[in-house]
């Protein structure tokens, strides 16, 4: 194995480390909730067993809270399970659009933490072949670098569209500009995932080719 080849390797260990701690991090908050709100239903009922009435809304309230965070669980998990899985094959047939929707939701705590506000646009299935973990990787980094560039409380915008037989995945709302180390990244990452990054300041646009 080249020089070349283990950083790559351990970039790529890097993200899969970096994705893992924030699900498990989004999954201790789920179960923080839940605990939380268990601890109160069983407060409720040592009161109740002691002759208190008990508000049959406010439990019904408890129940749906518990229940809408075992459904963002679920939600996480299931993310979890798509990506870790994404390094099974080294080139298949993806959606492009899927990709993008998952890459954005295993990286909302970073958007949060970065006062970024991401939305994906509707789009079509768009479908090609890649090498999936190597694209998401990319699809990763460039929101980054696009959050960075829109900077606190602004917004960006994803788009996935096919262009004659291209791919496109296409960012918009770059307000600073795009450094030199980041844009080499990039490239490097680019190239890993057989696909092109282009950065456009005068129409606040970093666009992915594949």
Same mark, same amino acid.
């Given at each position: 194995m080249g020089s070349s080849d283990t950083v790559q390797g351990r970039d790529g260990l890097c993200f899969f480390g970096k994705v893992s701690a924030t699900i498990s991090h989004d999954v201790k908050n789920v179960l923080a909730i839940i605990n939380e709100e268990a601890g109160l239903l069983q407060d409720l009922s040592l009161m109740a067993g002691q002759g208190m009435e008990l508000d049959p809304e406010r439990l019904v309230k408890l129940a749906v809270k518990i229940q809408n965070q075992v459904k963002r669980g679920d939600t996480i998990i299931k993310n979890m399970n798509k990506f870790a899985h994404s !390094?099974?094959?080294?080139?298949?047939e993806v959606d492009f659009y %899927?990709?993008?929707? #998952?890459?954005?939701?295993?990286f909302t705590r970073v958007a949060s933490a970065k006062c970024v506000t991401v939305i994906l646009k509707e789009g079509e299935i768009v479908t090609g072949k890649?090498?999936?973990?190597?694209?998401?990787?990319l699809i990763a980094r460039c929101l980054e670098v696009s959050m960075d560039s829109a900077g606190k409380n602004h917004e960006i915008s994803v788009e996935v569209f096919s262009k004659n037989s291209e791919r496109?995945?296409? !960012?918009?709302?770059?307000?600073?500009?795009?450094?030199?180390? %980041?844009?080499?990244? #990039?490239?490097?990452l680019s190239k890993n995932a057989g696909a092109t990054v282009s950065v456009v300041p005068h129409d606040s646009l970093l666009e992915i080719i594949f």
């Open positions: !390094v099974d094959i080294a080139k298949c %899927d990709m993008t929707s #998952l890459v954005i939701a295993l890649c090498d999936p973990f190597s694209a998401e990787m496109v995945i296409s !960012v918009h709302g770059l307000r600073l500009e795009v450094s030199e180390n %980041d844009l080499q990244a #990039l490239e490097a």
